[in-house]
């Protein structure tokens, strides 16, 4: 992959991160309380349903 397809994926990736589980951001904080959340299974369920989505698009355009 080339840059620029990496920072999609990490633009994608961040977006779902905050749509679906309401996390503002994937960097390590080094902090417990930043670094671990707690999330709902109907949370990873949807988040995990956008990222499958985001990748058939991703093959379908190529």
């Not at 080339?2 to 991160?17: C, F, G, P, S, V």
């Amino acid at each position: 992959m080339n840059r620029q397809a990496d920072k999609t994926i990490e633009i994608q990736l961040q977006q779902i991160a905050l749509d679906h589980l309401f996390i503002d951001t994937l960097e390590t904080r080094n902090s417990d309380r930043l670094d671990f959340h707690e999330i709902s299974v109907w949370a990873v369920k949807s988040a995990l349903l956008a990222a499958y989505r985001a990748g058939r698009e991703a093959a379908r355009q190529r």
